[in-house]
């Protein structure tokens, strides 16, 4: 019961590891905003909360609005009065695999506008009620391509690099105002993204194969695990830990 009657906001929930995270939330007794642009997704997400006797507001949300991440921040503090912790896991892996001469240029737009530009409005919006609050703990979901390339993929790999220098940034900028910034940066991790999304890993065991030979344990992580370190980075247990981009990656980039 890490988090009882903590306000703990998730976007990305209503899949993969926002949905693990925003679950594991509920279990430790938190009242979690479930957040997606997917709205029966997070419906289902908020209905397993329900359903454990958590606490829970649904909010069909889409990171790339500002005017909807605000109104977002503030139903939160309508229904439970403020905000302690924020996990923003919603990304997009774009669908094609080209090299940057050939990659298309409004594919490059939507990366950059999702996971970069929008994890910035949600950070913009959490920090300024964490000011409030006096204090909390943000994590972003970064990736393994935020630290190391990523070949045929060049918006994800710079938007995650972005989301580094803006956990970084973030986690200077509060340091002495009580909040936390951090960033998880995984490697392959068996959700519908990397399942069904552009690698499509579950339809081509070459390239499955390829992903599970990545992690030196030679598997991919789960959602849960990924869960488990978000988790740590928002409780007390990380107290002396802000601005990390924590490699959560098997071994792979040892
Ligand atoms: N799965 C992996 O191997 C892996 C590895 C490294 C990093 N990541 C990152 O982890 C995060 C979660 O990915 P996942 O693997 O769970 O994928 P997923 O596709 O299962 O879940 C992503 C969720 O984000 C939501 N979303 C997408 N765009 C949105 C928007 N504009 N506004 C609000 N919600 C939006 C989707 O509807 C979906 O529910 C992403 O940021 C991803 O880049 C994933």
């Known amino acids: 019961m890490e988090f009882l009657n903590k306000v703990c906001y998730v976007t990305g929930a209503g899949s993969g590891i926002g949905k693990a995270t925003a679950l594991a939330f509920a279990r ?11 709205a029966e997704g997070a419906s289902q997400t908020g209905k397993e909360i329900s359903d454990m006797g958590g606490e829970v507001l649904c909010l069909p949300l889409n990171i790339a609005r500002p005017d909807e991440v605000e109104r977002s921040i503030q139903q939160t503090v309508e229904r439970f009065g403020r905000l302690d912790c924020a996990a923003n896991i919603a990304g997009i892996a774009g669908p094609v695999s080209k090299r ?3 990659y298309p240029e409004e594919f490059w737009k939507q990366q950059i506008e999702v996971n970069l530009t929008g994890t910035w409005y949600c950070l913009k919006y959490q920090l ?3 000011l409030v609050n006096g204090g909390g703990s943000i994590v972003n979901l970064s990736s393994a391509a935020g630290l190391i390339a990523q070949p045929e993929n060049s918006p994800y790999a710079a938007s995650k690099h ?18 936390r910034v951090n960033a998880v940066c995984p490697t392959a991790i068996e959700t519908p993204m990397i399942m069904e999304g552009r690698r499509k890993l579950a339809h081509n065991p070459e390239a499955r194969q390829a992903a599970i030979d990545f992690q030196a ?16 980075l928002c409780s007390e247990k990380s107290s002396f830990i802000t601005g990390v981009a924590f490699a959560a990656d ?4 040892a």
């Open 162 to 179: 972005g989301v580094v220098g803006l956990t970084r940034t973030a986690a200077k900028e509060y340091a002495t105002d009580h909040i």
């Open 128 to 130: 300024a009620q964490m």
């Open 250 to 253: 098997g071994g792979a980039l």
């Open 217 to 232: 344990m030679k598997r991919m992580g789960t959602p849960q695990e990924i869960a488990n370190v978000i988790l740590w």
């Open 28 to 38: 430790d007794g938190a009242h979690v905003v479930v957040c997606d642009i997917n």
């Open 100 to 102: 940057i001469h050939e």
